[in-house]
């Protein structure tokens, strides 16, 4: 058995209006909280002690995830008053993650990596810590990390699009967010203020001769946090499953409406003629028969009331009882 923790303290800003009423962890996905899905996945892999960092609306993680039992582990709670970046995480999770090899994973993506592959290269390679890495061959906005002989070189800047690269051949790795710790690597993470692991412990590790090791995946992978992505993300997952649509406890789709690609939060409640496509409703919100959403996200408009929206969210407008912003990014 193993230990995990799993990084949720952001603010999930570009989930925005989204996370209005609930921290990022807390929303729902595939039928359980976002970070319910990702705690079953770490458990596939025998992780049965998980830790899970909160910030933002903290509340609403422990009351969607309780004890973890019904994930399958045993959730602990670690409160950031202020954020303290991810190795500033794991700094204040020590007492819980100390001790013996501990897996952490961004608590923000879906994936079905092949954790057991990954930790026999760990120790392969004799490894402080061993980050598991993808090939980028759309040339995403993720970092490049560079890699040398089976070890972490560096991280790099986004990569070039294949018409401005000279080596459109050569497909550059991306970081998961998923990695395998030994504990020493808290002698290379400062108490008790903010750090990052890839900017300042993992740079410094390296430079004192330590192998941090790479673990190259071709698992399925996504990442979620914009609502296109979270949208995106949830339609292919439900179309392997054989269905385009998904609805939480206490919703009720008129048997008449036209909804297609579509995830539908809690007490959502669509009238007859009503039109969705490609849309996330929001937790609590009525569709009137009259009313066409497409590609847009809707939540109820007294959430929005009174808010500031984040620099990075979606904009929208008060349509009747609902707000709607169009899906861009």
């Given at each position: 058995?193993?230990?995990?923790?799993?990084?949720?303290?952001?603010?999930?800003?570009?989930?925005?209006?989204?996370?209005?009423?609930?921290?990022?962890?807390?929303?729902?996905?595939?039928?359980?909280?976002?970070?319910?899905?990702?705690?079953?996945?770490?458990?596939?892999?025998?992780?049965?002690?998980?830790?899970?960092?909160?910030?933002?609306?903290?509340?609403?993680?422990?009351?969607?995830?309780?004890?973890?039992?019904?994930?399958?582990?045993?959730?602990?709670?670690?409160?950031?008053?202020?954020?303290?970046?991810?190795?500033?995480?794991?700094?204040?999770?020590?007492?819980?993650?100390?001790?013996?090899?501990?897996?952490?994973?961004?608590?923000?993506?879906?994936?079905?990596?092949?954790?057991?592959?990954?930790?026999?290269?760990?120790?392969?390679?004799?490894?402080?810590?061993?980050?598991?890495?993808?090939?980028?061959?759309?040339?995403?906005?993720?970092?490049?990390?560079?890699?040398?002989?089976?070890?972490?070189?560096?991280?790099?800047?986004h990569p070039q699009t294949p018409l401005?690269?000279?080596?459109?051949?050569?497909?550059?790795?991306?970081?998961?967010?998923?990695?395998?710790?030994?504990?020493?690597?808290?002698?290379?993470i400062p108490r008790g203020v903010f750090?990052?692991?890839?900017?300042?412990?993992?740079?410094?590790?390296?430079?004192?001769?330590?192998?941090?090791?790479?673990?190259?995946?071709?698992?399925?992978?996504?990442?979620?946090?914009?609502?296109?992505?979270?949208?995106?993300?949830?339609?292919?997952?439900?179309?392997?499953?054989?269905?385009?649509?998904?609805?939480?406890?206490?919703?009720?789709?008129?048997?008449?409406?036209?909804?297609?690609?579509?995830?539908?939060?809690?007490?959502?409640?669509?009238?007859?003629?009503?039109?969705?496509?490609?849309a996330v409703i929001g937790a609590g919100?009525?569709?009137?028969?009259?009313?066409?959403?497409?590609?847009?996200?809707?939540?109820?408009?007294?959430?929005?009331?009174?808010?500031?929206?984040?620099?990075?969210?979606?904009?929208?407008?008060?349509?009747?009882?609902?707000?709607?912003?169009?899906?861009?990014?």
């Open positions: 058995m193993m230990r995990a923790m799993i990084l949720a303290a952001g603010y999930g800003t570009r989930l925005w209006p989204l996370t209005i009423d609930r921290a990022k962890p807390a929303i729902p996905f595939m039928g359980q909280p976002l970070v319910g899905y990702v705690a079953e996945y770490l458990a596939r892999f025998g992780c049965d002690e998980v830790v899970v960092n909160l910030h933002h609306q903290a509340q609403t993680v422990r009351d969607a995830l309780g004890d973890g039992r019904h994930f399958g582990v045993r959730m602990h709670y670690v409160e950031e008053p202020v954020i303290l970046g991810t190795s500033g995480a794991l700094d204040n999770a020590r007492q819980l993650l100390d001790g013996d090899t501990f897996i952490v994973i961004n608590g923000k993506i879906a994936t079905d990596i092949d954790l057991s592959d990954a930790l026999r290269t760990h120790r392969a390679a004799n490894a402080i810590a061993t980050l598991i890495l993808k090939p980028n061959p759309r040339r995403e906005r993720f970092s490049t990390v560079l890699v040398d002989g089976g070890l972490l070189q560096r991280f790099g800047s401005e690269s000279d080596n459109a051949d050569d497909v550059p790795l991306m970081f998961t967010g998923i990695q395998i710790l030994e504990p020493r690597i808290f002698s290379y750090s990052h692991s890839t900017t300042e412990v993992y740079p410094q590790a390296i430079a004192r001769g330590e192998r941090i090791a790479a673990h190259v995946s071709d698992g399925m992978w996504h990442e979620l946090s914009t609502i296109r992505r979270y949208l995106e993300t949830s339609i292919e997952l439900l179309q392997h499953e054989g269905r385009d649509v998904i609805a939480g406890q206490d919703s009720h789709v008129s048997v008449s409406a036209d909804v297609r690609e579509a995830v539908l939060w809690e007490n959502v409640t669509v009238d007859a003629g009503a039109r969705i496509r490609r919100v009525h569709v009137g028969g009259a009313e066409v959403f497409e590609n847009v996200v809707v939540v109820r408009a007294e959430l929005v009331e009174g808010t500031a929206r984040p620099p990075q969210a979606l904009a929208g407008e008060m349509r009747g009882a609902n707000f709607v912003a169009p899906i861009m990014g």
